[in-house]
């Protein structure tokens, strides 16, 4: 049962353009949601994050929008750079349960081409 | 600052060897503690996690088991080594108490079984 998908194994974008990644969920019950970014045999960091109460954030390049009656969350990151190019991957999470470990979703490979 | 550290970055073990993964983490105090596998072309999957010394959760049954000698410290083991045991092995540590908390994690170890 997979509760965060990331429905995209790969995207490719040109460099200045706009790059979106999508990730549904099915757990109502998550209320916190991040994204995270790696890079072949590193371990992935984190980029930004959402919770509940809001629809939107934004860290410089990077927007993460929520869409609770959707259960779909989306990063965008304008514009698209060489060094963007990694997986991303989406995780969901429960504060109201306790310390609840973050569930991943597979990954999205992100080709940013100059 | 804080900062966490995995060692080794990369393992060759025979099938049927012993396993010892180290982590520890530095600049905090009670943080939780996450061991996650990343096999080769799929997502991350959380092992174990630990909001204390000596409490360990196992999210799925495996050849695998962790430990949590001390505060910041946390360890994955296996007494015999299956094939099915290769991978990227990521440690995380996360704030505890209130508030959603995004995870950080180390530089993984490739543990490759022969």
């Known amino acids: 049962d997979q509760q965060v998908k990331q429905n995209s194994p790969s995207l490719s974008v040109q460099e200045g353009r706009i790059s979106i990644l999508n990730c549904d969920y099915t757990n109502s019950m998550f209320d916190y949601f991040l994204w995270y970014k790696k890079y072949p045999a590193e371990g992935p960091t984190f980029l930004i994050s959402?919770?509940?109460?809001?629809d939107k954030n934004e860290d410089g390049r990077f927007t993460v929008f929520l869409n609770k009656s959707a259960k779909h969350l989306s990063l965008h990151i304008v514009p698209s750079q060489p060094g963007d190019s990694a997986v991303y991957f989406c995780a969901a999470s429960s504060w109201n349960s306790g310390n609840t470990p973050l569930v991943f979703g597979k990954g999205t490979r992100l080709s940013v081409i100059a | 600052s804080q900062t966490i550290h995995q060692w080794p970055a990369t393992l060759v073990q025979p099938v049927g060897s012993p396993l010892s993964l180290e982590c520890t983490v530095e600049?905090?105090?009670?943080?939780?503690l996450y061991w996650y596998r990343q096999a080769a072309g799929r997502g991350l999957q959380l092992l174990f996690y630990?909001?204390?010394?000596?409490?360990i959760s196992s999210e799925v049954p495996q050849n695998l088991s962790a430990s949590r000698p001390q505060d910041r410290q946390f360890i994955l083991s296996s007494k015999k080594l299956l094939l099915s045991d290769s991978g990227f092995y990521l440690c995380a540590w996360s704030r505890a108490g209130t508030g959603n908390q995004p995870q950080h994690f180390g530089d993984g170890t490739r543990l490759s079984i022969l």
């Open positions: 600049g905090t105090s009670n943080p939780n």
């Open positions: 959402i919770s509940s109460i809001k």
């Open positions: 630990s909001v204390g010394i000596g409490q």
